[in-house]
């Protein structure tokens, strides 16, 4: 029975301790609040932070921190200026009455001053030094006056400038750092003078602890040392050293037997900073070798132990000091990783908030596409017959109102006559001359006046098509609202993943080639890499302008590189400052899995200059390759016109980044829409993919497209309308698997339908591709256009054009260098 009570027990017990551990932690959590609410809030770290600057000297009698301290905390914390005063003043009073007494001259005179002279100057932070340093100036002479007997001492007259200008830079910079001391700063990274100014600050506090003993190890060495250990833990060499030496100065400038002090603190921080790889342990060992150093060959005065119980007794508070600490300290200092990851972790932010920012715009102009493109048929149909009933009854109101058949025909026969009347309508609407044989009759026998209602629908009609003309082009520019509303939302949301794909960190891959390089014996500077994706690789090198002089980066570099990373990686971009000290900038990518090479011929209608033909070749940014040909209704300048605007408007729409169907659509919603003359052109539209070799054809209007592959001729075709005569219309879209070596020969009408006497034109043009013995694109353009032209006898009676364009693997000028092997085992890391 007692085992089984036992056993039932001990779950509770567990449980119970559980409870209790939780809220231990609670506990301590909320006492850590309180605690930080009234240090901090209340202000009562101020009061401490004044007793001990109260008290804090300098060359053995000046004490210029308290009044610089004072006006600091009355300028920033106004409400905790008297907590701040009792600490001065408490301070002072454990030096002497003198000093005291100066101390709250000081602070009277100046609040006196300040409230007499507020309306000569602004409460700003500019203007406080300077009443700072008067006010030191004044009551220091006034004391030094009284003190030798009312006559000025020159000693005592520079005492007082020099004092005077301690607290004018002591102001400063304590107005850098009172704000660290609220609960409402907002954290942010500290700036070099903050970093500095903290540290003069941690020191000055440090000093008023001059004198004091605890189990005969002297306080101040202690603290000293725990600073400079948690600078050099946490920020290294640099820091660490500097705050080494700034609280080693303003101790010996307290006392001049601390002047060792400041060796040894310097020393410390740098070994400190040097071994912060192994963290608290490598800080603690860097202070203990400085120590032991330090105590052998400098001052005599002080025993060695005791110098190292001191050092031992700082470690020993650095091993107590919270991790929590000590992180939230590195977050403010430049370099370190905490700072890093910080600055990280807000460019992460600031990179998801854009992103959704940029998808919230998506949406909305997705869902304004949608609204322009919906339409309500039903009421499209009610307003139709609505449309309808109008036009006839300004028929009716013309003709029939004053007739005396009107009953008859619009009471008994309201149908029939509705139905005739929209016969004759629909029958004049056509285009017709005139009525059918068969409705004039039946118009003739049920209206009396058969000849003015036909006038009256024939005038009437003339506004009708009008207004209907109108309305179909506000229905074709909501169409292309649309269509582009759609567009721009599918760019933004792609704009949107892209802003996601956060960059990579590869400090480990730029030493690795960093190191390759060098070894190979190239001098470079720095390497940056943003991108080590396959076929996607994007690297940044630095180098001086003369390891390029005679073009190494792509000679050299980019081989090696290529060998590094299996991938081919080609010189992108090159910019490279001249003279002896010059560097180079060079943009290292992937080169594409294949190139296009094109040619082209052209001629205008009898041999002019003007052709009604436009082609042109475009890049587009997305690592494909697009080739157009448009022909311009006629021939002339108003043709070319046409065509060359085609061609423009669909290379800014491409280059955008919008689909290549939405693009034509709204380049022919545009030109649809411009103009109201018929002039209407053709588009041949190849889009390449020079990645995998997959071509798209997109014909509008156009002649046929041939690819030769060998002795092989492949014939591509569509059947779209040209571009501006109907609004909507779908394209066709011809996907063809291109392979390396074939040609894509592309011509407008005036070439696959120029040749005389000949009525197979698929055929004449397949003979004549198949019969060229060359691969060069423009020779191939060059000939076929000669061939149509012969065949004329060298008459050009319409505008002929012809683009030629070669599919090739896009293979390095520079074949890859094998490196070492040494690194040759690091390659797969990189990859």
């Known amino acids: 029975m007692e085992k089984a009570e036992r056993s039932l027990a001990e779950p509770v017990n567990h449980v119970g301790l559980g409870e209790t551990k939780v809220e231990v932690f609670k506990g301590l959590k909320q006492f850590s609040a309180h605690l930080q609410v009234?240090?901090?809030?209340?202000?009562?770290?101020?009061?401490?932070?004044?007793?001990?600057?109260?008290?804090?000297?300098?060359?053995?009698?000046?004490?210029?921190?308290?009044?610089?301290?004072?006006?600091?905390?009355?300028?920033?914390?106004?409400?905790?200026?008297?907590?701040?005063?009792?600490?001065?003043l408490a301070g002072a009073l454990t030096l002497s009455i003198e000093q005291i007494s100066y101390s709250f001259a000081c602070i009277v005179i100046f609040l006196v001053s300040y409230r007499l002279l507020k309306n000569f100057h602004?409460?700003?932070?500019?203007?406080?030094?300077?009443?700072?340093?008067?006010?030191?100036?004044v009551v220091k002479s006034g004391f030094s006056y009284f003190?030798?007997?009312?006559?000025?001492?020159?000693?005592?007259?520079?005492?007082?400038?020099?004092?005077?200008?301690?607290?004018?830079?002591?102001?400063?910079?304590?107005?850098?750092?009172?704000?660290?001391?609220?609960?409402?700063?907002?954290?942010?990274?500290l700036k070099t003078e903050e970093i500095v100014s903290l540290i003069i600050m941690l020191a000055s506090i440090t000093s008023g602890t001059i004198g004091w003993t605890l189990y005969g190890?002297?306080?101040?060495?202690?603290?000293?040392?725990?600073?400079?250990?948690?600078?050099?833990?946490?920020?290294?060499?640099?820091?660490?050293?500097?705050?080494?030496?700034?609280?080693?100065?303003?101790?010996?400038?307290?006392?001049?037997?601390?002047?060792?002090?400041?060796?040894?603190?310097?020393?410390?921080?740098?070994?400190?900073?040097?071994?912060?790889?192994?963290?608290?342990?490598?800080?603690?060992?860097?202070?203990?070798i400085a120590t032991l150093l330090a105590g052998m060959y400098g001052d005599q005065g002080v025993p060695l132990m005791q110098t190292l119980y001191e050092s031992i007794a700082a470690i020993a508070l650095l091993f107590l000091t919270p991790k929590f600490f000590t992180n939230q300290l590195s977050k403010l200092i430049p370099g370190t990783t905490e700072y890093s990851n910080e600055q990280q972790q807000y460019l992460r932010k600031m990179r998801d908030v854009t992103a959704s920012r940029v998808?919230?715009?998506?949406?909305?102009?997705?869902?304004?596409?949608?609204?322009?493109?919906?339409?309500?048929?039903?009421?499209?149909?009610?307003?139709?017959?609505?449309?309808l009933d109008m036009f006839l009854s300004h028929v009716t109101e013309k003709t029939c109102q004053t007739c005396f058949k009107k009953e008859q025909c619009w009471t008994t026969n309201f149908h029939q006559t509705y139905h005739l009347m929209k016969d004759v309508l629909y029958e004049l609407d056509d285009g017709q001359a005139g009525l059918s044989q068969k409705l004039t009759k039946e118009l003739d026998t049920h209206c009396f006046r058969p000849k003015?209602?036909?006038?009256?629908?024939?005038?009437?009609?003339?506004?009708?098509?009008?207004?209907?003309?109108?309305?179909?082009?506000?229905?074709?520019?909501?169409?292309?609202?649309?269509?582009?509303?759609?567009?721009?939302?599918?760019?933004?949301?792609?704009?949107?993943?892209?802003?996601?794909?956060?960059?990579?960190?590869?400090?480990?891959?730029?030493?690795?080639?960093?190191?390759?390089?060098?070894?190979f014996g190239l001098e470079i500077e720095q390497v940056d890499i943003y991108s080590l994706q396959k076929s996607n690789v994007d690297i940044e090198i630095n180098l001086p302008y003369s390891c390029n002089s005679h073009g190494e980066c792509q000679k050299l570099v980019a081989p090696m590189l290529s060998d590094i990373l299996g991938d081919n990686v080609i010189v992108h971009k090159e910019e490279c400052e001249g003279g002896p000290a010059g560097v180079c900038h060079v943009t290292f990518r992937s080169a594409k899995a294949f190139a296009v090479e094109t040619g082209a011929a052209h001629a205008a209608k009898g041999g002019g200059l003007v052709s009604g033909d436009s082609y042109s070749t475009i890049e587009l940014g997305a690592g494909k390759y697009a080739v157009a040909i448009s022909d311009g209704?006629?021939?002339?300048?108003?043709?070319?016109?046409?065509?060359?605007?085609?061609?423009?408007?669909?290379?800014?729409?491409?280059?955008?980044?919008i689909e290549e169907k939405v693009?034509?659509?709204?380049?022919?919603?545009?030109?649809?829409?411009?103009?109201?003359?018929?002039?209407?052109?053709?588009?041949?539209?190849?889009?390449?993919?020079?990645?995998?070799?997959?071509?798209?054809?997109?014909?509008?209007?156009?002649?046929?497209?041939?690819?030769?592959?060998?002795?092989?001729?492949?014939?591509?075709?569509?059947?779209?309308?040209?571009?501006?005569?109907?609004?909507?219309?779908?394209?066709?879209?011809?996907?063809?698997?291109?392979?390396?070596?074939?040609?894509?020969?592309?011509?407008?009408?005036?070439?696959?339908?120029?040749?005389?006497?000949?009525?197979?034109?698929?055929?004449?043009?397949?003979?004549?591709?198949?019969?060229?013995?060359?691969?060069?694109?423009?020779?191939?353009?060059?000939?076929?256009?000669?061939?149509?032209i012969r065949t004329r006898s060298g008459e050009i009676e319409d505008d002929m054009t012809v683009v030629v364009a070669k599919v090739e693997h896009n293979l390095p000028k520079w074949t890859s260098i094998p490196m070492h092997l040494s690194f040759s085992k690091k390659k797969k890391k990189i990859s």
């Not at 030094?129 to 030191?136: D, E």
């Not at 601390?258 to 921080?269: C, K, P, V, W, Y």
């Not at 002339?636 to 060359?644: C, D, L, P, T």
């Open 633 to 657: 209704m006629g021939n002339g300048e108003r043709a070319h016109y046409e065509s060359h605007e085609t061609l423009r408007l669909l290379q800014q729409i491409l280059k955008s980044g």
């Open 38 to 88: 009234l240090m901090i809030e209340k202000g009562l770290v101020l009061l401490l932070i004044g007793f001990l600057l109260g008290r804090a000297l300098i060359l053995s009698h000046l004490t210029p921190f308290a009044l610089p301290f004072f006006a600091a905390v009355f300028m920033l914390r106004r409400n905790c200026a008297p907590l701040a005063l009792m600490g001065l």
């Open 122 to 137: 602004k409460e700003d932070t500019v203007s406080l030094p300077f009443f700072v340093f008067f006010t030191v100036m």
């Open 147 to 189: 003190q030798s007997g009312q006559q000025f001492v020159p000693y005592d007259v520079l005492m007082a400038v020099i004092e005077s200008s301690l607290a004018f830079v002591l102001t400063l910079i304590f107005m850098q750092t009172i704000p660290f001391l609220s609960l409402k700063k907002r954290i942010k990274t």
């Open 217 to 288: 190890l002297s306080i101040e060495h202690i603290f000293s040392r725990y600073l400079v250990l948690i600078f050099s833990f946490i920020s290294g060499a640099a820091v660490g050293s500097t705050v080494g030496v700034v609280t080693g100065l303003i101790f010996s400038l307290a006392s001049v037997s601390s002047f060792f002090q400041m060796s040894l603190l310097a020393f410390a921080g740098l070994l400190g900073g040097l071994l912060k790889e192994w963290r608290k342990a490598g800080a603690a060992g860097g202070l203990l």
């Open 663 to 788: 693009a034509i659509k709204s380049v022919n919603s545009i030109l649809s829409l411009r103009t109201t003359d018929e002039i209407f052109s053709t588009l041949d539209l190849v889009i390449i993919d020079l990645q995998d070799a997959v071509a798209n054809f997109l014909k509008v209007g156009s002649t046929p497209s041939f690819i030769k592959r060998g002795s092989k001729i492949m014939k591509v075709e569509a059947s779209n309308l040209p571009i501006g005569i109907l609004q909507e219309f779908e394209v066709d879209v011809v996907s063809e698997q291109l392979k390396s070596g074939d040609l894509i020969i592309m011509m407008s009408d005036g070439v696959f339908e120029g040749p005389r006497n000949v009525e197979n034109n698929d055929m004449w043009m397949k003979r004549k591709i198949k019969e060229l013995e060359t691969e060069d694109p423009q020779m191939i353009a060059d000939l076929l256009m000669e061939e149509v």
């Open 359 to 387: 998808e919230q715009f998506s949406d909305v102009f997705q869902a304004l596409s949608k609204s322009f493109s919906q339409y309500n048929i039903d009421a499209l149909d009610d307003y139709e017959e609505r449309e």
């Open 452 to 519: 003015r209602v036909e006038e009256a629908i024939q005038q009437q009609l003339t506004y009708y098509q009008a207004n209907q003309k109108l309305k179909k082009q506000v229905h074709d520019s909501r169409k292309l609202v649309a269509e582009q509303l759609r567009g721009v939302s599918e760019v933004m949301s792609d704009f949107a993943e892209e802003i996601q794909r956060e960059r990579e960190n590869h400090h480990n891959q730029e030493e690795q080639i960093f190191e390759a390089i060098e070894s």
